[in-house]
């Protein structure tokens, strides 16, 4: 009955869609460009002024752009830079139509290069986004709060993975870095108290279990609060979620080649190379590739990856477009050195409380260098897009993600001295216990397939700009864990047998006592929704977003080996509705906003009583205030939030063995974010967020209590450079900033006790010269070689005091 009901509400969707299609706006022009060179080449970074409206765009990687719902008239475009002629075009729009122009600058492909190098537009930002919204929409109009973390940021501080971009984003701080095994999504981060990783590219499925590599990155945007309604609830979190933005296929040839080298053995190699492939222009080629390889700052320890990224552009004709993907990811890790909390062990037998008052070493690994596993992650993708009309256009795309992992990982258990000596009432950190858990040729794979319709049209006088489409989402799991002990060894001093923990003597130790119990998760889900989302003009000023998403959850169950079949299955349907409102209290300027936003999570299950469990819901209420001034030289978003996570699956006291849904958790914060670029050649990024979360209905030992997962309270970042734009040193640079956190509980029971892992503060900096030819660069990284510590419920010392020096070849 429910499966029935699920395929209906989809099917009612699907009718709906097709009903606003065909509407069209007959009041309204619009002018789409291409700004190129002398040489004939696309110019791009470069900005375009609409002098009537006084609205800038910024041309795009094949020097495209639009200027949309334009009243009929003459307008005039500007494209103006520093020394050179400045080029002004008269257009006409005309209702209804497209008016398509090209504008030639007078400078050549390689000058635009340094002029774009020293220009005076802040290339810090972005002003819109398509992915966020799933429909072009700018930053201002989208009562959505989202930082964008562009490759010019990206350049300035050498970020090479995706883990280092992410210290540029407000709110967001580490909790764990990439395990490498099958199933994960590289790296754990925390925002606004809850877990999220990045698992999505391009607004759909490509999930990275490693560290993921940058080299195919063209920008990342972080997405915040529950955002379901569009994405899903399968690859979100209700703190939001991370989008990798890819580099596009552009219709010249070119591209760099670079080498780093650093401290810890670090070397990495890199390509990206871009060619057309046909005389005009229609098939285009970039292949995006590393290797890289970095040892540890503790005595043993490494990473080595290769990654290879190609992708494919087909322009059938003005309508029709294609774009191939692909992404291979392979590497070598050791795994994490991470120290978990026994069960149920009281925190004062530690005899501390505090990561800085423990006996570890920070620089010792405590396991040997053949403990290393293997993974891959192997990721396919294809779009189709087609213009359906000058109002509508539609997109296909599917994506198949597949993950693999093979080998040990080492990790540690922090035992107090009556554990580890069975001296009852001795107190002390004196000991650890070495574990492992290793895959065993564990496999994870997702299949997407997503169909959107996007439209810009009016009905009567009001403007709509709509997506709706439908999204399948298949899942099928095979993971395999197992491990045991190795040993107890003391945490600090002469450490006799240290040495031991190798690939050799593990092996023994599983010969000889098995293995622990093997968890298996293998599994196979599939996942059937339908969205529709409309942003509703009611004035030039004022504007509604209004958003639904259905969810038909359908899980095949958990495969039993000794049956022979999957058991257990579930379906359950959910409704994520998203509401939004935005005036801009100066046009273009300063936008006020406020949101209702939803994200849910399916529960398997019943209750005692034989009730089967619902969706777990988030939902947020959000406001604040969104600002664009001085062109762009500053841009800043300010907002105040608060997330109720409700129908919590917690321990049902009167039914041993069962659970009740009545579970809730608060997460409430606030954030701020500024780029400015207040004098030519000068950058600041900056960011601020607090965030208190705590139970409060949930099993009693923490009710009342932040959560041990929320992350540190509050966090910061900053990033200030500098650039000479004249002269005869122009292009050098330099940049420095840093990240704070405060004190994060990775342990919060009233029974246990509290564990903490200190506040910290890490500074950065950097010199650069970017060339039209070249680009090289030097940082160092943790400049105070400050001990600190993440943790998702854990405690893992972080990277010391660390060099890289890179240089770039361009072409």
Request: overall charge neutral; aromatic content about 12%; glycine content about 10%.
């Amino acid at each position: 009955m429910k499966k029935q009901t699920g395929f209906g509400l989809i099917i009612t969707i699907l009718l709906f869609i097709p009903s606003i299609i065909f509407a069209t706006d007959e009041n309204t022009g619009t002018i789409k460009g291409k700004v190129l060179t002398t040489d004939g080449k696309s110019a791009t970074d470069v900005v375009v002024l609409l002098k009537e409206t006084n609205e800038t765009v910024i041309t795009e990687t094949d020097g495209s752009f639009v200027f949309d719902q334009l009243k009929p008239g003459n307008y005039h475009l500007e494209v103006t830079l520093m020394g050179y002629k400045t080029v002004v075009e008269q257009v006409l729009v005309v209702a209804s139509k497209t008016n398509t122009i090209k504008l030639k600058l007078d400078v050549s492909s390689k000058a635009l290069k340094e002029v774009v190098v020293t220009g005076n537009h802040n290339k810090l930002i972005r002003t819109s986004s398509y992915d966020v919204a799933k429909m072009p929409l700018k930053n201002l109009e989208n009562p959505q709060v989202y930082s964008t973390i562009t490759k010019d940021l990206l350049q300035q501080q050498l970020v090479f993975s995706v883990d280092d971009a992410m210290k540029n984003a407000p709110g967001i701080t580490k909790m764990w870095d990439a395990t490498g095994r099958v199933g994960d999504g590289g790296s754990y981060f925390n925002s606004r108290g809850f877990i999220v990783q990045s698992q999505l590219r391009n607004g759909i499925a490509g999930n990275v279990s490693a560290q993921i590599d940058a080299a195919n990155l063209e920008r990342v945007e972080v997405i915040k609060g529950p955002s379901a309604t569009l994405f899903g609830s399968t690859l979100t979190s209700y703190g939001g979620l991370i989008n990798r933005v890819t580099k596009k296929p552009y219709d010249h040839f070119g591209g760099e080649m670079a080498y780093a080298i650093g401290s810890y053995g670090f070397n990495r190699v890199s390509a990206d190379v871009n060619t057309p492939l046909d005389k005009n222009n229609d098939v285009l080629l970039r292949i995006n590739t590393a290797y890289d390889y970095e040892g540890s700052f503790q005595d043993y320890g490494f990473h080595k990856g290769f990654a290879f990224a190609p992708s494919l552009s087909y322009r059938v004709n003005d309508r029709l477009s294609f774009l191939f993907d692909a992404e291979y990811f392979s590497g070598q890790n050791t795994g994490l050195n991470v120290f978990f909390f026994p069960y149920m062990q009281p925190i004062a037998d530690l005899g501390a409380n505090r990561a800085d008052q423990l006996k570890i070493d920070y620089k010792r690994h405590y396991a040997g260098n053949d403990l290393f596993q293997v993974g891959r992650s192997t990721n396919l993708f294809g779009q189709m897009n087609y213009k359906l009309s000058d109002q509508w256009n539609m997109n296909t795309n599917i994506t198949s993600t597949n993950s693999f992992s093979n080998g040990p990982s080492p990790y540690a258990y922090l035992l107090s001295d009556a554990a580890a000596t069975g001296v009852a009432g001795a107190v002390g950190s004196n000991y650890i216990s070495r574990n492992d858990q290793f895959t065993d040729n564990a496999t994870d794979r997702v299949i997407e397939i997503q169909h959107n319709f996007n439209g810009d049209f009016k009905i009567g006088s009001l403007r709509n700009r709509f997506t709706g489409g439908l999204d399948f989402f298949h899942h099928n799991s095979n993971q395999i864990f197992a491990g045991g002990v190795f040993d107890t060894i003391p945490s600090h001093g002469v450490i006799s047998g240290y040495a031991n923990f190798n690939r050799r003597n593990l092996d023994k130790v599983y010969d000889k006592y098995g293995i622990g119990s093997p968890y298996v998760n293998r599994f196979i889900s599939n996942t059937y929704s339908a969205y529709a989302s409309d942003v509703l003009n009611i004035t030039d000023n004022l504007m509604v977003l209004a958003a639904l998403r259905i969810d038909y959850f359908d899980n095949k169950g958990a495969y039993v080996d000794s049956l022979g079949a999957y058991t257990g299955g579930y379906n359950q349907t959910a409704f994520s509705p998203k509401l939004g409102i935005v005036y801009q209290l100066i046009k273009d300027k300063i936008s006020i906003f406020g949101n209702y936003q939803n994200g849910f999570k399916n529960q398997p299950g019943v209750s005692a009583a034989n009730k089967t469990f619902k969706p777990e819901q988030a939902n947020q209420l959000e406001g604040g205030v969104k600002l664009y001034l001085l062109d762009g030289k500053i841009t800043s978003t300010v907002s105040y939030y608060s997330i109720k996570v409700k129908d919590i699956l917690r321990p049902d006291l009167e039914h041993v063995n069962f659970s009740i849904q009545n579970g809730t958790q608060i997460s409430k914060g606030f954030e701020a974010e500024v780029i400015a670029n207040p004098v030519q050649g000068l950058n600041i990024v900056a960011g601020y967020a607090y965030n208190d979360s705590k139970y409060e209905a949930s099993a009693k030992d923490v009710e009342g209590l932040r959560p041990a997962t929320a992350g540190a309270p509050a966090s910061a970042n900053l990033w200030i450079s500098y650039r000479i734009s004249t002269g005869a040193v122009r292009g050098l640079g330099f940049g420095f900033g840093g990240n704070y956190a405060s004190d994060n509980k990775v342990v919060n029971d009233k029974t246990i006790g509290t564990f903490i892992l200190p506040a910290y503060t890490v500074l950065n900096g950097s010199i650069f010269y970017d060339h039209a030819r070249f680009r090289v660069g030097v940082k160092m990284d943790n400049i105070t070689d400050k001990h600190y510590w993440i943790g998702y419920t854990t405690v893992n010392p972080q990277k010391l005091r660390s060099f890289t020096g890179s240089m770039a070849f361009k072409f």
